[in-house]
């Protein structure tokens, strides 16, 4: 029965196999590229991107396995939000070193916080004023603290969520955001120092 699908599917035009994935996946990376980019236009973008890539290796992916399809076209979208995504922290860096950036400071601010005891915290805000030193921080971080980081307190995923896209067991999630917290917080914290001197 599954072999007479795929005999099906290998048979239909490829006008009609790219609708049939679209209708099938186009809600699915539209959610998946939006958690990743949390823009409507961008994460559109990505969608039409992942079908201009399905339209240029349909021959290959028609003759893949069901759900080898599924998750290379996954996959796909995945990398293209990903790779949006690191361009436009490459972009925001560029900007944010001329004016300052809310949603740096946001993350920022919950990654002081979110961990540290209160009598440190009213220590620090005194000390924690400059948009430009957060923003250099998130930019020496490697992407993929980055990325956990965006998407665990700007976004607000769960820790499923994140690891779904970002391929990583929920373990693994965990850990990198903890590291991650550790190395910005770290690098704040000796920015401060060589502030104070």
Sequence with gaps: MKKDREI??????DSELIAEYYDKYEQKLYRLSYAVLGDIWQAEE??????????????????MPEEKRSAYIT????????????????DKEAVCSLQGDDDSTELADNILWSHADPSVKSNMADEVENRQLITGILGRL?????????????????????????????AAVRKKYERA????RKLLMKEMMLDGE
């Excluded at 996959?75 to 490459?90: G, H, L, P, Q, S």
């Design 46 to 63: 990505a969608v039409q991107e992942t079908f201009l890539k399905v339209i240029r290796y349909r021959n290959m992916i028609k003759r």
């Design 181 to 184: 917290v550790k190395r910005a």
């Design 75 to 90: 996959k796909t979208a995945r990398n293209i939000a990903v790779d949006m995504y690191r361009k436009n922290k490459r």
């Design 142 to 170: 490697s992407d993929d603290d980055a990325l956990v980081l965006q998407l665990r307190i700007v976004r607000q995923l769960s820790v499923r969520e994140t690891a779904d896209l970002m391929r990583l067991t929920e």
């Design 8 to 13: 099906m599917h290998n048979d239909k035009k």
